[in-house]
């Protein structure tokens, strides 16, 4: 009886929760600027680290060199994980943005020529796509054939 309804592959919008939407686009956009000050920032202490380790090899200061490397994948990694979660920020923003533009537009309206004439373009893509059978040669032909009216009397 309490059964969930079975799942489909299509997006659910809820009025309710269009209410929501502006000020989540909106903190995404801020924590996003706050992502890309901290990617500024890694970067310049990033190469100030590696000028660092530029300048303690040339006085043959190893040892520093050696723990500037630690300290310079340490940086690095940082700034690989920053740059990742600004990309999943970015397409989260993206998402919301599309609620936002299909929220803004009237819920019933038609499709513009523009769009229509791309779905036609994608159908007809679609239908040149598809592949046909090679065409079956006169022996097999019969052969089906044959076979076919076989199974019906067998019937």
Same mark, same amino acid.
């Given at each position: 009886?309490?059964?969930?309804?079975?799942?489909?592959?299509?997006?659910?919008? $809820?009025? #309710?929760?269009?209410? !929501?939407?502006?000020?989540?686009?909106? +903190? =995404?956009?801020?924590? *996003?600027?706050? &992502?890309?000050?901290?990617?500024?920032?890694?970067?310049?202490?990033? $190469?100030? #680290?590696?000028?660092? !380790?530029?300048?303690?090899?040339?006085? +043959? =200061?190893?040892?520093? *060199?050696?723990? &500037?490397?630690?300290?310079?994948?340490?940086?690095?990694?940082?700034?690989?994980?920053?740059?990742?979660?600004?990309?999943?920020?970015?397409?989260?923003?993206?998402?919301?943005?599309?609620?936002?533009?299909?929220?803004?537009?009237?819920?019933?309206?038609?499709?513009?020529?523009?769009?229509?004439?791309?779905?036609?373009?994608?159908?007809?893509?679609?239908?040149?796509?598809?592949?046909?059978?090679?065409?079956?040669?006169?022996?097999?032909?019969?052969?089906?054939?044959?076979?076919?009216?076989?199974?019906?009397?067998?019937?």
């Amino acid at each position: 009886d309490n059964t969930p309804p079975p799942l489909k592959n299509s997006l659910v919008i $809820d009025r #309710l929760s269009a209410v !929501q939407i502006l000020p989540a686009h909106d +903190a =995404l956009s801020k924590e *996003a600027a706050d &992502l890309e000050s901290q990617i500024r920032q890694i970067q310049d202490s990033l $190469d100030t #680290l590696q000028r660092i !380790q530029v300048r303690s090899l040339e006085s +043959a =200061l190893y040892n520093k *060199a050696n723990e &500037l490397q630690e300290d310079i994948s340490m940086k690095r990694f940082d700034l690989r994980v920053a740059q990742m979660h600004l990309s999943a920020i970015n397409a989260q923003k993206e998402l919301f943005s599309h609620k936002l533009e299909a929220s803004d537009t009237c819920r019933e309206r038609k499709m513009s020529s523009s769009s229509t004439g791309s779905m036609k373009t994608k159908w007809l893509k679609a239908f040149k796509s598809l592949k046909t059978p090679p065409p079956i040669k006169d022996a097999e032909k019969k052969n089906q054939m044959y076979h076919a009216v076989s199974t019906v009397i067998a019937m």
